[in-house]
């Protein structure tokens, strides 16, 4: 286990894998674990995960979102809003805007969970939903958003440039 504030500093996109390396069932479920401990507005937990580990499956996803690394990766999560789940208790703004919060912040746990546990991750988004929706046969209430691609690194990462403090941090003087 590392400590927090260097997995955060550890942790950047991995886009080859060993393929040949499983990730363990324990492992897998402490990262499950981690995201469901995520917050939820109204603790409703607005999404479902699906694990796809056959590598069929993982092939095809690879395919329709043009990503090889999910075909080369041994586990891909794909997290999945269930906007109905928070509309009804929060209607509107849990149909548009909480479902896709709950769902994505699962996600950012998770894919931290796997750092900590020294797997590499590469988050995906960029896919036609209803693509990704039809490979995985999603029933018409689960809306996939984004991908997590979980495995052994078969490359180090470049770590990444952020934009600085201040461009982004303002503080408010009222
Ligand atoms: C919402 C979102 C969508 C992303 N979509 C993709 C994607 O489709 N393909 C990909 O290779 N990386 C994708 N990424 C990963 C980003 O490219 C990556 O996090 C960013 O460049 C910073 O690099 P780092 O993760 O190595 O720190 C996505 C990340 C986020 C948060």
Excluded: N
Aim: net charge negative; proline share 3%.
């Amino acid at each position: 286990m590392t400590d927090f504030f260097a997995t955060i500093r550890r942790r950047h996109s991995v886009r080859r894998y060993q393929a040949d390396m499983a990730v363990e069932t324990e492992k897998l479920h402490a990262i499950l674990e981690s995201a469901i401990a995520a917050p939820s507005a109204g603790d409703l937990q607005a999404y479902q995960i699906v694990v796809v580990r056959a590598a069929e499956t993982r092939r095809k996803l690879a395919d329709v979102t043009d990503h090889a690394f999910l075909a080369e990766a041994p586990v891909c999560l794909v997290f999945c809003t269930d906007a109905e789940r928070s509309a009804q208790t929060f209607g509107e703004r849990g149909r548009e805007l909480f479902a896709l919060q709950d769902t994505t912040i699962a996600a950012a746990y998770a894919q931290l969970a796997a750092v900590a546990g020294g797997l590499g991750s590469a988050w995906v988004g960029g896919f036609v939903t209803p693509d990704v929706a039809a490979t995985l046969g999603l029933e018409a209430h689960l809306a996939p958003v984004a991908m997590l691609a979980l495995g052994y690194a078969a490359e180090l990462p470049e770590p990444t440039t952020r934009r600085r403090l201040d461009e982004i941090v303002v503080e408010h003087d009222a």
